[in-house]
T-cell receptor
Framework: GAVVSQHPSRVICKSGTSVKIECRSL??????MFWYRQFPKQSLMLMAT?????????EQGVEKDKFLINHASLTLSTLTVTSAHPEDSSFYIC????????????FGPGTRLTVL | GENVEQHPSTLSVQEGDSAVIKCTYSDSASNYFPWYKQELGKGPQLIIDIRSNVGEKKDQRIAVTLNKTAKHFSLHITETQPEDSAVYFC?????????????FGKGTKLSVKP
């Protein structure tokens, strides 16, 4: 089956610092990558969509300068939360789409970000 | 745009009973309907999916049915076990291949009591 890794799984940082989250599809190539955030007891909220080698498309209300997305290859995408603040504390989940699998969408294990 | 409604929001069953979760969607062009299981503190895990050219799909204790005319699809779990306890999300997507993004329901918290 499809294996997706996300690193780190948990991170605690001080307000004002930047945090980088890595997402890798280990056994398939992801032509498209989605990034979601999830607040406790809520559904997933789409933040942005990226295609390998292209600029990410951000959902309304998501600041592109704050949440930097890089989809450098078909197996690696990164999300950087710049100048993090307590309100950025959330569960961030990447979701690569296996283009060769008729568009099946998988999810990473998530990263719990806590900003103090 | 697409809107997905999911019911119930919580569901409690006894071990061994069946559980059914229902979703409706609004965009008749949606053609892909996956179901995800999310355990506490983890990312969603794809458990089964169905495409619009199929009416039913089964994988051991899990089955999904799709009624395109009524625009609803359901997840059926038989012989439930305590480890089935989790939040389940349905989703719908319009495009084929890897384009487009999933629209999620709000989730159903399933509790299976031993």
């Amino acid at each position: 089956g499809a294996v997706v890794s996300q690193h780190p799984s948990r991170v605690i940082c001080k307000s004002g610092t930047s945090v980088k989250i890595e997402c890798r599809s280990l056994d398939f190539q992801a032509t498209t990558m989605f990034w979601y955030r999830q607040f406790p007891k809520q559904s997933l909220m789409l933040m942005a969509t990226s295609n390998e080698g292209s600029k990410a498309t951000y959902e309304q209300g998501v600041e592109k300068d704050k949440f930097l997305i890089n989809h450098a290859s078909l197996t690696l995408s990164t999300l950087t939360v710049t100048s993090a603040h307590p309100e950025d504390s959330s569960f961030y989940i990447c979701s690569p789409v296996a283009g060769g699998d008729a568009g099946t969408q998988y999810f990473g294990p998530g990263t719990r970000l806590t900003v103090l | 745009g697409e809107n997905v409604e999911q019911h119930p929001s919580t569901l409690s069953v006894q071990e061994g009973d069946s559980a059914v979760i229902k979703c409706t969607y609004s965009d008749s062009a949606s053609n892909y309907f996956p179901w995800y299981k999310q355990e506490l503190g983890k990312g969603p895990q794809l458990i089964i999916d169905i495409r619009s050219n199929v009416g039913e799909k089964k994988d051991q204790r899990i089955a999904v049915t799709l009624n395109k005319t009524a625009k609803h699809f359901s997840l059926h779990i038989t012989e439930t076990q305590p480890e089935d306890s989790a939040v389940y999300f349905c989703a719908a997507r319009r495009y084929g291949g890897s384009q487009g993004n999933l629209i999620f329901g709000k989730g159903t918290k399933l509790s299976v009591k031993p």
